[in-house]
């Protein structure tokens, strides 16, 4: 990976993604050069506003583009990339909010065809078909932002209030065995990933450190950015797997950190959360957790 600085840069991409589509026509594997989309991010909020306006100038675009069998690429604002929308900004809100919207569409579609509200036939519905959707991947775009945190969580509360032994229940149903808030469960695969990082059984792409701290057991090292990092750049490293994981991992004591058999820690670790107020920032439950993370940090 390297930063497009000029126009040589720009004509070595080129040469790279005609050598990627030339080769795989020779070995019978074309590509769909149809789906090919270009995002350009320029770091700063004015830088991208100021790269927008030159795109839009006589010429510029055809420049500032590149080229397949199908077409010019443009530049989109927003892409889908297995299943995950990565926008501009480097913000998940729309990725977030879409799931919300393919939830509820799922959940309705649930209760159209289903006329049980029976509690187990119901959850194992939820569970299979909903909340399935509204986890997946979610170590990469964990939200941080309360709004997204409500949006997800509504789908949930909506989904439990139908249930036939939840009728008229609102953050009680936290207190069922079978149910956690989203948040919770998210923190809950984050700190497993983690575990996997520790164990080496994933690879480590972010170089995420790992220590012995005697009685704290293996502690994870917290990255920072450069003094110089603007406070948007600030938020989006806070708002990320590398820094959210290793605060998440933090807070759990040497005797479960240092568990190296995963089943006995996936055990350990879901007791160990079931020790904290399951109180997510959303309406309808008690609000005492007005951040991103509900464990407290050490």
């Given at each position: 990976?390297?930063?497009?600085?000029?126009?040589?840069?720009?004509?070595?991409?080129?040469?790279?993604?005609?050598?990627?589509?030339?080769?795989?026509?020779?070995?019978?594997?074309?590509?769909?050069?149809?789906?090919?989309?270009?995002?350009?991010?320029?770091?700063?909020?004015?830088?991208?506003?100021?790269?927008?306006?030159?795109?839009?100038?006589?010429?510029?675009?055809?420049?500032?583009?590149?080229?397949?069998?199908?077409?010019?690429?443009?530049?989109?604002?927003?892409?889908?990339?297995?299943?995950?929308?990565?926008?501009?900004?480097?913000?998940?809100?729309?990725?977030?909010?879409?799931?919300?919207?393919?939830?509820?569409?799922?959940?309705?579609?649930?209760?159209?065809?289903?006329?049980?509200?029976?509690?187990?036939?119901?959850?194992?519905?939820?569970?299979?078909?909903?909340?399935?959707?509204?986890?997946?991947?979610?170590?990469?775009?964990?939200?941080v932002k309360i709004g997204d945190i409500q949006a997800l969580e509504r789908v949930q509360l909506s989904f439990t209030a139908r249930i036939e032994d939840f009728a008229g229940m609102n953050w009680q149903r936290l207190q069922h065995p079978k149910i956690t808030s989203l948040q919770r469960r998210r923190e809950w695969y984050i700190i497993l990933h983690m575990w996997k990082l520790r164990q080496k059984q994933v690879s480590d792409d972010l170089n995420i450190r790992f220590s012995d701290d005697g009685r704290l057991g293996f502690t994870a090292k917290v990255p920072s950015l450069t003094k110089k990092a603007t406070d948007a750049h600030q938020t989006i490293f806070d708002e990320s797997f590398a820094v959210m994981g290793p605060k998440l991992w933090n807070t759990l004591p040497a005797v479960l950190n240092r568990e190296e058999d995963f089943s006995k820690f996936k055990v350990g670790l879901s007791r160990y959360l079931l020790s904290f107020p399951d109180e997510p920032p959303a309406k309808g439950y008690v609000r005492r957790n007005t951040k991103a993370m509900s464990l407290p940090e050490m």
């Open positions: 990976m390297r930063r497009i600085r000029g126009e040589e840069d720009m004509a070595i991409l080129q040469r790279d993604l005609d050598a990627v589509t030339n080769w795989s026509e020779k070995n019978n594997m074309k590509l769909h050069e149809e789906k090919f989309e270009l995002m350009r991010h320029n770091g700063q909020k004015k830088d991208n506003e100021e790269l927008e306006l030159l795109n839009n100038l006589p010429f510029m675009a055809e420049f500032n583009s590149y080229k397949t069998s199908a077409g010019m690429l443009e530049p989109v604002a927003v892409l889908r990339d297995l299943g995950i929308r990565v926008s501009l900004d480097f913000r998940w809100s729309i990725h977030i909010r879409r799931l919300a919207e393919c939830g509820r569409r799922r959940a309705a579609w649930v209760f159209s065809v289903f006329g049980t509200r029976q509690t187990i036939a119901m959850l194992t519905l939820y569970k299979s078909l909903v909340r399935s959707l509204l986890e997946y991947c979610c170590p990469l775009w964990n939200p």
